[in-house]
């Protein structure tokens, strides 16, 4: 079993960059693949971005692509999400997701994939 917790998120105006960490416990996290979701308000929860469990493969939302990356750090357990050129659009509460990974490059994509979550981080970008 692993927990997350997400951190990072914060009131920032268009244009500006953040940086998202979601910490994982437990001494597993290697074997985990994971992703972001996001969920704006009145919508459904969406795919933002994945990596792969060594970090090898990684995908992004179209909407993100070019903008965002996401990364992990093995020994640190901890993934971020990196983000630039924030848009008004891009405000919503950020999840991470951790799923056993089904192969060395496989990565979540859908919300039914993830085995855990974490209790979402608000990120607000103003106009």
């Known amino acids: 079993q692993v927990q997350l917790v997400e951190s990072g998120g914060g009131l920032v105006q268009a244009g500006d960059s953040l940086r998202l960490s979601c910490a994982a416990s437990g001494r597993t996290f290697s074997t985990y693949a994971m992703a972001w979701f996001r969920q704006a308000p009145g919508k459904e929860r969406e795919f933002v971005a994945a990596?792969?469990?060594?970090?090898?493969?990684?995908d992004y939302a179209d909407s993100v692509k070019g903008r965002f990356t996401i990364s992990r750090d093995n020994v640190k357990n901890t993934m971020y999400l990196q983000m630039s050129s924030l848009k008004p659009e891009n405000t919503a509460i950020y999840y991470c997701?951790?799923?056993?990974?089904?192969?060395?490059?496989?990565?979540?994509?859908?919300?039914?994939?993830?085995?855990?979550w974490g209790q979402g981080t608000q990120v607000t970008v103003s106009s």
């Open positions: 997701a951790a799923a056993i990974a089904r192969r060395i490059n496989w990565y979540p994509k859908r919300l039914d994939d993830a085995d855990y």
């Open positions: 990596i792969s469990r060594t970090g090898g493969s990684t």
